[in-house]
């Protein structure tokens, strides 16, 4: 569980990054997201989960 509670806080610390560093940028990303149909969201989430998985199972397998 602490392994996945350091996972997470990495993700935020990542994100923070981001929309500090570019908020002009991030604000552009968010408008192209809305306007990218649902199907295509749902794959590259689908693929960016499968991506995530088989690292994590790379690395600690």
Known sequence: ?????VALGLV??????VFA???????RAMTHVKETPDGA???VGILSAVAG???????RG
């Open 1 to 5: 569980m602490s392994d996945f509670l």
């Open 12 to 17: 935020f610390a990542i994100e923070g990054l």
């Open 21 to 27: 560093a570019f908020p002009a940028t991030v604000k």
């Open 41 to 43: 969201l749902r794959i």
């Open 53 to 59: 998985i088989a690292l994590i199972w790379l690395l």
